[in-house]
């Protein structure tokens, strides 16, 4: 059996040895070109020397995208020359597609509105992703000055346009905007070409123009919307209007007005009266029972009740032949003005009035009457529909009175979604689509633009040009393009990688010498093309390297021969499987070649570095960086429980309620910003909402008193309000006695004006606690800002919950101003609260033994000082992890322990923080040229992509992440 053993580790050694053999026979440096590059130290470390030649084996690993990227600046050179220019001579097309690429890459937002609004609402995480940006730009090229970077585009006139301006910029982004201008130039000739695929025909063009373009012009509308059934209903009782089964509107003989008001009408007048006979409205009033109600001579109509008038106006029947009392339609411009004055009705502060043929605010009121296309889509299709299509304009009719063609309004209420709506159409741009179209006179049935509108068929061809002109056509022409470039590389390793990203038929022979390819004959050198990979990897790939060559070399840091063999065996069954082509689906067929396995999966020449970069550099960087004491000394255990103090002193956390008070004007469904309604509404109107918002706070909180609790009293509270209407109904006359019918409750009688005011509720209960964590930048479902800072201020441990904000207090508009947000306002109820809790845990529970270290017996969980988490509970913590049985907390304390503990320790094991700690293994090495500076630079941005950018001293600081981090490395290091 040793036998045995000792032949297969013999032939295992044989395999590695000669792919060792043969990978380097492939790569040896008489094959490969290395020009100049000298054997000359770029860093070295207590005796460790990487050296530029050493460095620059490392780097072409990396080198598939840098060399693309030189290749694209020979290839598109002049294309880059001739955007260069444009940008600087300012075309418009150009600039805007320049500042669309970088403000993406920046914000990941191109449309100039939206980041208008983001810059304006949110300036800190503007700022933080400039930083951040800023950063990643110094990452790819250390010759920028980061807060030069930062200042150039914060200082631009506005810091989302005008990047062309800044040379940086142009030089790193130039060749994006250089191939989109190879592919527009191109483009511009294919749509020409009858037998391209990207042909712009004639028909191409109208149909274009009929999806994108025609019928989606502006319409001038009052559009009246009723909140629900009762409301809309309610509004024709007001007015006193109904409509027909055609579609006409008639004004009901009105029996509310008063003898002497405009309108009165008589109902004693008889044929020798000089008034009217309405005989027809008497008729219903006997049959309502309601003639006696009106006294003597029938003029007492103050006796009447709504409810009594919304009987009488159901039971009045349009009639335009009835021989006394005949009805007569509205004229198209009394119907306009009916739906004014319901419109008015139901916003009594932002009032509106006709002017001429189109309709404006009332007094400082702001008001259009202007809707797009997209506007009304995002409200409802229905109602774009019933605009578009099912209304004519008021303005195109000969005579507005003949609706023979069709109406300029609504012939009734109808309801579009949960809304119900009522609509007069003033005007449209239908008008300038007449005559766009013309009857092709080669092809009846084909339409043409016709000569008239050369200017709009002109619009289209650059809109359908431009719709062609998209990322995946410039990808597919640049592609194209490089089948017709001759590229020759020279260094195998380069080839292999590039090869397997980007494709290539060049040349497959090696040399050695200066030239690593050539492009159509212009050559790229190795001084070149170290200068553009160092620039961008030096740093990084020289601590991998040197961080791994001291790790290996240390005598702390060990791997075990068994160990060794058992990586050895895996390695080996990874060749197999490979070898039997099980990795083809993965991208690795076995026809590549174990030489280009070896490279493209693991970045390794040779079958031992691949056993090193899989195994062994992995292995002896976890033993660094769970050798906690090698980093911030046998104290550390201090320093993480300090840590932990602080997620003890600074944990919040609460689960609340909310009653959101908010405004929707154009009916979406969705809460407006209420300083928007604000700012369109005179003073006087202002004040109006102000002050209803005070006194609607007063009742709800009023009112909620009556409910079992809080939580139930809104949910009621909220249902009723949101179904009352804005206009009084029914009955509003006090009952005769606890039987009366008329105790029937009317909501509007409560919430009528406030709702008129434009007002909605809305009560929510949050599925999760709010933490003092909840809100950073980094969080998933961030909250609204203004809701979560006022949220937090109610925390307090030793309140009486449900604790309900502002409840005690004397409700003034300042206050209301403190709770408002771009959503609404919001009235907090605090439900519960919760604190870290204790992770205090005593010797005398542990009757089992259970917390003592098996390997130390002097190293316990026991606590019996602290609440936090105590340096010995950490380090046994710490240790007992790593063992083979792992580790079981105490339940009692496990919950307060992972509170204040497992933040610490995520931080201190992520990406970030394990890579200071190799800068940190590292400190001490001694860099050629100006390499520290760029090492020290390097390492300060890992701390800020650590810190996520949330500690700036010019942008983003948030003090709940500062309370648990801003003194970190302080604490580590001190």
């Known amino acids: ?59 072409r690993l990396q080198s598939a995208s840098a060399l693309s990227s030189m290749i694209d600046n020979i290839v598109f050179a002049e294309n880059i020359t001739d955007v260069k220019a444009l940008l600087s001579s300012g075309n418009e097309d150009l600039n805007t597609y320049f500042d669309e690429t970088i403000n993406s890459s920046i914000h990941n937002i191109s449309d100039l509105e939206d980041l208008k609004e983001f810059f304006e609402t949110d300036y800190d995480q503007f700022y933080r992703n400039v930083e951040r940006f800023a950063d990643s730009q110094y990452l790819l090229d250390n010759t920028l000055n980061i807060q030069t970077v930062i200042d150039s585009i914060m200082s631009l006139p506005v810091p989302y346009e005008g990047y062309a301006s800044l040379s940086f910029l142009v030089n790193n982004y130039a060749i994006r905007a250089a191939q989109r201008e190879y592919a527009k130039e191109l483009l511009a000739t294919q749509v020409t070409d009858e037998d391209d695929k990207n042909y712009i025909s004639e028909q191409s063009l109208v149909t274009y123009y009929k999806n994108n373009k025609e019928g989606r012009y502006d319409v001038d509308a009052l559009v009246v919307r009723f909140i629900n059934l009762n409301e809309a209903n309610a509004a024709m009782y007001h007015q006193s209007i109904k409509a027909d089964a055609k579609g006409a509107w008639y004004k009901i003989p009105d029996i509310r007005i008063a003898k002497g008001e405009v309108g009165y009408v008589n109902l004693s007048a008889t044929s020798d009266s000089t008034e009217p006979v309405n005989a027809y409205v008497v008729s219903i009033l006997q049959d309502l029972d309601l003639l006696d109600k009106l006294g003597e001579n029938y003029e007492n109509r103050s006796a009447l009740s709504r409810e009594d008038f919304e009987n009488y106006y159901k039971k009045y029947s349009i009639n335009t032949s009835r021989d006394l009392n005949r009805d007569v339609a509205l004229t198209t411009s009394q119907v306009k003005e009916a739906f004014v004055s319901i419109y008015n009705l139901l916003n009594p502060t932002a009032q509106v009035q006709i002017s001429g043929s189109t309709i404006i605010g009332k007094g400082d009121t702001s008001y259009s009457p202007t809707l797009t296309y997209d506007e009304l889509t995002k409200v409802n299709t229905s109602l774009r529909s019933h605009i578009y299509t099912t209304l004519v304009s008021e303005s195109s009719m000969e005579d507005p009175n003949d609706t023979t063609d069709g109406q300029p309004y609504s012939s009734r209420f109808t309801q579009f979604g949960s809304p119900y709506y009522l609509v007069f159409k003033l005007n449209d ?145 990874i060749i197999s499987q490979f070898s039997a082509n099980n990795f083809a689906s993965a991208g690795f067929p076995a026809t590549m070649g174990r030489e280009k396995f070896l490279l493209l999966a693991f ?71 209420p300083q928007d309604y604000l700012d369109t509404l005179d003073a006087i109107g202002q004040q109006a909402v102000l002050e209803g918002l005070v006194d609607l706070v007063e009742i709800l909180y009023d009112k909620i008193g009556y409910y079992s609790s809080f939580a139930n009293g809104f949910q009621t509270l909220v249902t009723e309000f949101n179904n009352s209407g804005r206009i009084m109904r029914g009955n509003d006359i006090p009952p005769v006695g606890p039987n009366d019918p008329k105790l029937d409750y009317q909501p509007e009688l409560t919430w009528a004006r406030f709702r008129q005011l434009g007002f909605y509720l809305k009560f929510e209960n949050l599925s999760s606690p709010i933490t003092n964590t909840s809100n950073l930048i980094s969080s998933q479902q961030r909250l609204d800002e203004v809701f979560y800072t006022r949220a937090m201020s109610m925390y307090n441990p030793d309140a009486t919950l449900p604790l309900l904000d502002l409840y005690d207090s004397v409700i003034t508009q300042d206050e209301l101003s403190n709770v408002k947000s771009s959503f609404g306002w919001h009235l907090i109820l605090n439900t519960s609260v919760s604190e870290s809790g204790s992770v205090m845990y005593l010797q005398s529970s542990d009757s089992e033994g259970k917390y003592i ?68 293994l590292i400190e001490d090495a001694t860099f050629s040229g100006n390499q520290s500076a760029r090492f020290n630079v390097i390492r300060e941005i890992n701390r800020r992509q650590m810190n996520e950018y949330m500690l700036s001293a010019d942008g983003l600081y948030d003090n709940n992440y500062a309370s648990l981090y801003v003194n970190w490395f302080n604490i580590l290091e001190g």
């Open 1 to 59: 059996m040793n036998q045995t053993k000792t032949l297969r580790k013999m032939a295992i050694f044989v395999l590695i040895i000669a792919g060792i053999l043969t990978l380097s026979a492939c790569s040896n440096s008489s094959k490969t070109p290395y020009g100049d590059l000298s054997d000359d130290a770029y860093v070295t470390l207590d005796g460790i020397t990487i050296t530029e030649k050493e460095l620059y084996d490392q780097l």
């Open 429 to 573: 741009g239908k008008a300038a689509e007449e005559g766009v179209l013309v009857e092709d006179p080669e092809d009846a049935e084909k339409e043409i633009f016709s000569s008239s509108a050369s200017a709009i068929r002109e619009e289209m061809y650059d809109l359908l040009l431009e719709s062609k002109l998209t990322s995946a056509y410039i990808s597919e022409v640049v592609t194209q393009l490089y089948e017709e470039v001759e590229i020759d590389i020279f260094d195998p390793i380069v080839r292999i990688l590039y090869e397997q990203n980007y494709g290539y038929n060049g040349t497959t022979d090696n040399k050695s010498g200066d030239i690593v390819a050539t492009v159509d004959g212009t050559e790229i050198t190795v001084a070149d093309f170290y200068a553009r990979l160092e620039k961008s990897y030096g740093i990084n790939i020289a601590l991998d390297v040197l961080s791994n060559e001291f790790l290996v070399s240390s005598e702390k840091y060990t791997i075990t021969e068994e160990d060794r063999e058992s990586y050895q065996t895996q390695f080996e069954d």
């Open 853 to 920: 270290s098996s390997s130390d017996e002097t190293l316990n969980f026991y606590n019996s000082t602290t609440d936090w988490v105590s340096p010995n509970q950490v380090k046994f913590y710490l240790i007992e992890s790593n063992s083979d049985e792992g580790i079981t907390l105490p339940t009692s304390v496990q919950t307060a322990f992972n509170t204040q503990f497992s933040p610490v320790l995520t931080r201190y094991q992520g990406t970030y923080m394990q890579r200071e700690l190799v800068f940190k």
């Open 603 to 673: 970045g390794s020449r040779t079958n031992q570095e691949a056993i090193n970069q899989i195994y062994v550099y992995p292995e002896l960087r976890d033993q660094y960086l769970k050798d906690y004491e090698v980093h911030y000394g046998e104290d550390v255990y201090e320093k993480f429980s300090e840590l932990a103090k602080l997620q003890y002193d600074n944990y919040k956390s609460m689960n609340v309620s909310h009653l959101l008070i908010y405004v929707d004007q154009n009916g979406d469904g969705s809460p407006d910003n």
